[in-house]
């Protein structure tokens, strides 16, 4: 039968007084029965399957016949026992198969599944809590979930938990979302929210849960452990309540399931999980419940989709009524995709994307903490765009702003990428771009764009440890990670110079990051904010067609600086992190010590392996201020030594000439018979030759002379 609407059943339930406005109280969305109607009398046990997904980010164009038969296939071996929840993000930063309808279709999809509850992730936020209040609630026949979230009035603003009844356990289902939320969202969409302490917001509504009669509390977090290496010790399991059973984890797309033994009886009494993302996994949590002795025994797994699944998406669409109805709804979202998403907005020569690191043991996107081709294309983009008309000196953009690649193959079986190799479709241009975030820009001093930069190592507690700015082929710096934070910064570069730390830069970014997105914070000190009013997708798509074709570049912005010593005139140092992980880029094999600039004289080479190595510099052989530049070859990485490092070298004294040796006398000099200026003697008429001075001198001079 087709389950009542959620909505409806909250406000049936408020009306009759049964519940508060921040609590409600359902039966499963899949369970045959009507919302009030009495359930049949219970076993002594029953038997659960928690079915659970995070961070779903739209993806209507990745095999979401395989996500829906999935979850159909397991929800199939306990039809009546099953809860299908999600951790959230479930819009945002989405597919352009859904972003292009402003992710309509993916509620539709949930709904189409029957989702039984849902957390609010930082993404529901994207378009500020208007639009989760208004659109996406009304939409989704599903309740979304924030205890944490409250607003100017301090009541939450969606509901806290729900209640339901699956084989008559009562399951209390409480929901949170990151702290952190304040500063990954544009603050203007969430003006007067405050975003609570998760764990003691999870903490306090399970205790009113259990109080009120659940039997069994489930905590969505869309938040995950620090380490996923050791989970069991994050504050987000420590500090849960024992109260709750069940505690599921989002928003740092991880894959991990532990099993706790609370009470030492040798079973598992609580579960801790997070999915991965992209609905690309399912996470299981399968109890047995005592009502007798109010007990939980459980195990955990999270399932891969693909290998999940064991019929073609033909079969699965004839089998499963719910899979056909998201067919049809992705069907008619791709026809609008493709009318509005093919049109061809530029060419590239080689895959251009983002920083790629292990996960789970293999090689995946969207490696944020490391420097990536993508990144630094789309800030150069920026400043190109905004160079003339406002004056940009520096583009920035954030790693969280980029959510696909630009990848030269055609698909033949996509429409979205163009009808050839290495076009580039408006389609896939939004998928890089999807936040529809304003071109802003804002000067900063010197000093304050230091500091931006010392703030890529984020604040103790977020989600990530380290965020790494895309940046302007203008800009370049060294860095030392051993240093105390704010003082990891060692040289800035810009347009060739050292940066002034007093003087004004003006620089550009998309809306979020200049609002201090991020924990940027930095960037919203700044002066004389301005709106340019241009879209970053628009303007990006005009920078490719301008520019087209584009090749992938892999030099690098950043450098590590670490090691710095010296004795007498020479100075070493080591330099690491030359090698980008973005796709195609090579690694680099050597490092070229230039003099004056990065074209300059040649010092020496040194061989570089993994992306490291040291140099030894003799400075006597410097003119006096003279910068001295690293060129790796061949990714054209060039970076300035920091003028501190050259100065550690201060006390180096330079041989003068020696003292001649005694010689016969010389007949006296006859006067010239030559043409002006030359000097008849030992050597060639009008040139000599220069016999006294030590022969490091004559090595110097020889040198920088000729």
Not at 76 to 93: K, R
Not at 585 to 601: F, Y
Not at 639 to 644: F, M, T
Request: hydrophobic share 40%.
């Amino acid at each position: 039968m087709t389950p009542p609407k959620h909505r409806p059943a909250l406000h049936a339930a408020l009306a009759a007084g049964v519940v508060s406005s921040s609590v409600l109280v359902l039966p499963a969305a899949h369970a045959d029965e009507t919302a009030g109607a009495s359930p049949a009398p219970a076993a002594a046990d029953a038997d659960v399957d928690l079915l659970y997904f995070n961070d779903y980010h739209g993806r209507l164009a990745s095999d979401p016949l395989l996500f829906a038969g999935a979850i159909e296939q397991l929800r199939a071996e306990n039809e009546d026992g099953t809860l299908l929840l999600s951790g959230g993000d479930n819009v945002g930063a989405s597919e352009y198969v859904s972003a292009v309808q402003q992710d309509n279709p993916t509620l539709d999809v949930l709904d189409a599944l029957e989702l039984d509850a849902s957390a609010v992730g930082n993404h529901e936020f994207d378009r500020g809590v208007e639009d989760l209040t208004g659109r996406i609630t009304e939409r989704a026949d599903f309740p979304y979930l924030a205890a944490n979230v409250l607003g100017p009035d301090g009541a939450p603003v969606t509901e806290a938990s729900a209640t339901f009844d699956v084989d008559g356990v009562r399951i209390g289902v409480v929901g949170a979302v990151t702290q952190q939320t304040a500063t990954l969202v544009s603050p203007a969409g969430i003006a007067g929210l405050t975003f609570g302490d998760p764990v003691a917001a999870v903490n306090a509504e399970a205790e009113r849960l259990e109080a009120a009669g659940a039997d069994v509390v489930v905590a969505l977090y869309h938040e995950g452990a620090a380490d996923a290496s050791d989970v069991l010790a994050d504050r987000l399991v420590t500090g849960t309540s024992e109260t709750v059973d069940v505690v599921f984890n989002a928003h740092t797309h991880d894959v991990y399931d532990q099993a706790v033994d609370l009470d030492g009886d040798g079973d598992f009494e609580r579960a801790v999980l997070q999915a991965g993302s992209y609905g690309g996994s399912l996470g299981r949590v399968s109890f047995s419940y005592d009502r007798a002795a109010d007990d939980v025994d459980l195990t955990t797994e999270v399932l891969d989709v693909g290998e999940t699944v064991t019929a073609t998406e033909e079969e699965l669409v004839a089998q499963y009524p719910r899979v056909a109805r998201v067919a049809e709804i992705v069907a008619a979202a791709e026809a609008v995709a493709v009318e509005r998403g093919s049109t061809p907005v530029g060419q590239i020569t080689g895959d251009i994307t983002t920083a790629y690191g292990l996960r789970d043991g293999q090689p995946a996107r969207d490696d944020r903490g490391a420097e990536s081709s993508l990144g630094n294309l789309v800030a150069e983009s920026i400043r190109a765009t905004l160079q003339e008309p406002h004056g940009v000196q520096i583009g920035l953009i954030n790693p969280g702003g980029l959510r696909a690649d630009l990848l030269w193959a055609d698909d033949p079986g996509e429409a979205l990428d163009g009808d050839r190799d290495g076009q580039v479709t408006e389609a896939e241009v939004n998928q890089v771009m999807p936040f529809s975030n304003n071109l802003n820009t804002v000067t900063l001093t010197g000093a304050q764009f230091k500091q931006v930069l010392e703030q890529q190592w984020q604040p103790a507690g977020s989600s990530r440890a380290y965020l790494q700015l895309g940046l302007s082929e203008n800009v370049s710096y060294t860095a030392d990670p051993s240093r105390p934070a704010g003082d990891r910064i060692t040289s800035i570069t810009v347009d060739g110079a050292p940066y002034d730390p007093a003087g004004s830069y003006v620089v550009g970014s998309v809306s979020f990051l200049t609002a201090g997105g991020d924990n940027f914070t930095a960037l919203a000190e700044g002066t004389a904010a301005t709106d340019t009013g241009r879209i970053d997708r628009e303007a990006f798509s005009e920078y490719l067609a301008a520019n087209a074709p584009l090749s992938p570049q892999f030099d690098r912005r950043s450098v590590q600086l670490t090691g710095t010593a010296a004795e007498a005139c020479t100075v070493r140092f080591d330099v690491s992190s030359l090698d980008m992980t973005s796709l195609g880029a090579p690694d680099t094999t050597s490092l070229s010590v230039r003099a004056g600039a990065p074209d300059g004289t040649e010092l020496g080479t040194v061989p570089v392996l993994d992306g490291a190595a040291s140099v030894r510099l003799d400075t006597a052989e410097l003119a006096d201020g003279a910068a001295v530049w690293l060129v790796a070859e061949p990714t054209g990485t060039r970076v300035r030594v920091p003028d501190a490092v050259l100065g550690l070298a201060a006390d180096c004294v330079t041989p003068g000439p020696a003292e001649p040796e005694p010689t016969e006398p010389a007949e006296p000099q006859q006067p010239g018979k030559g043409r002006p200026g030359e000097h008849p003697g030992k050597g060639e008429p009008g040139r000599g030759v220069w016999e006294h001075g030590s022969e490091r001198a004559r090595q110097v001079l020889g040198r920088f002379f000729g």
